[in-house]
């Protein structure tokens, strides 16, 4: 069974530049999750969508920060315009159903380094 | 405010003895508790669970102990053996009805296992 995939694996910007991340979950994961972590904490959760809509999106900085799963499938995250802080890897997650229970799996991320 | 702490950085254990980690939390309305296992360059990987109902649970060579009156739980490994060598997460979540089961992740703990 394939695995959650994330592209790009890095990407540097400039501050103020935009950038966009994808991730395509494991095939019939209804719940997608992406989630921020900074160098030396541990991952922050940023967006829940159920199918396409979302479930949870209660700490994503909404002036820079969007998100979408138009088609319940993959996702798109993206950030405009990127600030210093926003340096991190980027973790998309998905599990079958998001009933708590469910195992939560992470894909290998993607580095963002905003200079 | 961190909800979930994981207070030792590091920690280095001799290949065969018992490895254990430790982390504390401060909301009761946690429903799970979750350990995370994470290699370099790789999304953080499910280990084992458990039920805030509980204080047990056993898988393997990894057994979890939850004590909710001192709001402490810990990962045992016994015996330690070299491709324990990670960064291990303690996660939590509360299930709501909304659906939102999004993890709050500790800041993890560097384990080394030492031949």
């Known amino acids: 069974e394939a695995g959650v995939a994330q592209s790009p694996r890095y990407k540097i910007i400039e501050k103020r530049q935009s950038v966009a991340f994808w991730c395509n979950p494991i095939s019939g994961h209804a719940t997608l999750y992406w989630y921020q972590q900074i160098l030396g904490q541990g991952p922050k959760l940023l967006i829940q969508?159920?199918?396409?809509?979302?479930?949870?999106d209660s700490q994503l900085p909404k002036d820079r920060f969007s998100a979408e799963r138009l088609k319940g499938v993959d996702s798109t995250l993206k950030i405009q315009p990127a600030k210093l802080e926003d340096s991190a890897v980027y973790l998309c997650?998905?599990?079958?159903?998001?009933?708590?229970?469910?195992?939560?799996?992470f894909g290998p991320g993607t580095r963002l380094t905003v200079l | 405010d961190q909800q979930v702490k994981q207070n030792s950085p590091s920690l280095s254990v001799q290949e065969g003895r018992i490895s254990i980690l430790n982390c504390d939390y401060t909301n009761s309305m946690f429903d799970y508790f979750l350990w995370y296992k994470k290699y370099p360059a790789e999304g953080p990987t499910f280990l084992i669970s458990?039920?805030?109902?509980?204080d047990k649970n056993e898988d393997g060579r990894f057994t979890v102990f939850l004590n909710k009156s001192a709001k402490h739980l810990s990962l045992h490994i016994v015996p330690s053996q070299p491709g324990d060598s990670a960064v291990y997460f303690c996660?939590?979540?509360?299930?709501?009805?909304?659906?939102?089961?999004?993890?709050?992740f500790g800041k993890g703990t560097h384990l080394i296992i030492q031949p």
């Open positions: 997650a998905s599990s079958l159903m998001g009933q708590g229970t469910d195992t939560q799996y």
């Open positions: 969508f159920q199918n396409n809509g979302v479930v949870d």
């Open positions: 996660a939590s979540l509360t299930v709501s009805g909304g659906g939102a089961d999004g993890l709050t």
């Open positions: 458990i039920s805030s109902i509980k």
